[in-house]
């Protein structure tokens, strides 16, 4: 092989290794991935259409829409980071922006879970976002009957 063919070789090997796994905590993460648009306190960019998270983010988990909602967004879905570190990010995030607003009964993401919403992501988020508001206000409804 030549020398030139060389780098055009190491390019096209590193083209198709899957997203690298996260050797830094999850709030590390969270600085260089999230706070650009979410801010350091998860308050977000209402003028820029980025959701705050606070009080929030953890009533989409109280039911399955907005569970996967919380994976599918661009942000999350399209991170350069493997299933396993979205999985311990949104672990350590959920609870840290909205511990009072996840379910009693809270199973924490896995790798495996991550995986499959992000492969199966919706052409309308926007509107999947609304059918997990109401999935969660028709179920709060319910609790409050």
Do not use: K
């Amino acid at each position: 092989m030549s020398v030139a063919a060389r780098p055009l070789l190491v390019a096209g090997a590193l083209a198709i290794l899957p997203l690298a796994v996260s050797a830094q905590p999850p709030e590390h993460d969270f600085l260089q991935f999230c706070v650009g648009c979410h801010r350091l306190d998860g308050s977000g960019s209402a003028q820029n259409g980025v959701p705050d998270m606070r009080g929030v983010v953890g009533r989409f988990l109280r039911g399955p829409t907005g569970r996967a909602f919380v994976v599918q967004v661009a942000g999350v879905a399209q991170a350069p980071l493997d299933d396993a570190a979205i999985a311990a990010l949104l672990n350590w995030l959920l609870p840290r922006m909205d511990a009072d607003g996840l379910p009693d009964d809270f199973q924490p993401y896995t790798a495996a879970e991550v995986a499959h919403l992000r492969a199966t992501r919706p052409g309308d988020v926007p509107a999947l976002r609304q059918r997990a508001l109401d999935e969660v206000a028709a179920l709060e409804a319910g609790a409050a009957r």
